[in-house]
């Protein structure tokens, strides 16, 4: 099956602990992106990325670091700097940029202990 | 920076009723996207509209789009209690890799 997964489903962090979110895609799309939803609210951007290697801002980044090593795989960490990392966090790829369709992960939902 | 708005946040319907929620937007777009989210789940693609389109369909979904109102609509007809969910509209404004999301609008399907 083609997709997009996540993992874990749960995730449970201590404050000061960095954690790190998986996010793989069998899609062979060239983009990724990391978006954070808070309860009752809409998505916002964390980081993205149209190429291995190479990765841009979003709007929420600070608190937050990525990787693009392999064009199936961008994880994101949540370091101890972001100060409220309780959320569900979505991973989703498309074949080039916003011109296309976003394919989403199942999510991580995150909460802090 | 939200781009999308949603009207309205949150709607209650019968089943057998239509369904139609807008979305407002601020900058010109290549495209305009319409997603679906159950709850606790990732978003869904639903119907994605281009720039220099006015109307598309899917089935029961119907989107219009105006891009001199800077606004778009998703109308879906006979309505289903398994049409219960939040609906995102997103852009992807110019050339950059970013779609925006709008904050949604939840949807509830009494059976």
């Known amino acids: 099956d083609g997709g997009i997964t996540q993992s874990p489903k749960y995730l449970f962090r201590k404050e000061g602990q960095n954690v790190t979110l998986s996010c793989e895609q069998n899609l062979n799309h060239d983009a990724m992106y990391w978006y954070r939803q808070d309860p009752g609210q809409g998505l916002r951007l964390i980081y993205y990325?149209?190429?291995?290697?190479?990765?841009q801002k979003g709007d929420i980044a600070e608190g937050y670091s990525v990787s693009r090593e392999k064009k199936e795989s961008f994880p994101l960490t949540v370091t101890s700097a972001q100060k409220n990392p309780t959320a569900f966090y979505l991973c989703?790829?498309?074949?080039?940029?916003?011109?296309?369709?976003?394919?989403f992960g199942p999510g991580t939902r995150l909460t802090v202990l | 920076s939200q781009q999308g708005e949603e009207d309205p946040q949150a709607l209650s319907i019968q089943e057998g009723e239509n369904a139609t929620m807008n979305c407002s937007y601020k900058?010109?777009?290549?495209?305009l996207q319409w997603y679906r989210q159950n709850s606790g789940r990732g978003l869904v693609h639903l119907i994605l509209?281009?720039?220099?389109?006015r109307e598309k369909h899917s089935g029961r979904l119907r989107v219009t789009l105006d891009t001199s109102k800077k606004s778009s609509s998703l109308l879906i007809t006979a309505s289903r209690a398994a049409d219960t969910a939040s609906y995102f509209c997103?852009?992807?404004?110019?050339?950059?890799?970013?779609?925006?999301f709008g904050q949604g609008t939840t949807l509830q399907v009494k059976p």
């Open positions: 989703a790829s498309s074949i080039q940029g916003a011109r296309d369709t976003q394919y």
């Open positions: 509209i281009r720039s220099n389109e």
């Open positions: 997103a852009t992807g404004p110019g050339n950059t890799g970013k779609l925006i």
């Open positions: 990325s149209q190429i291995v290697n190479d990765f």
């Open positions: 900058t010109s777009i290549n495209n």
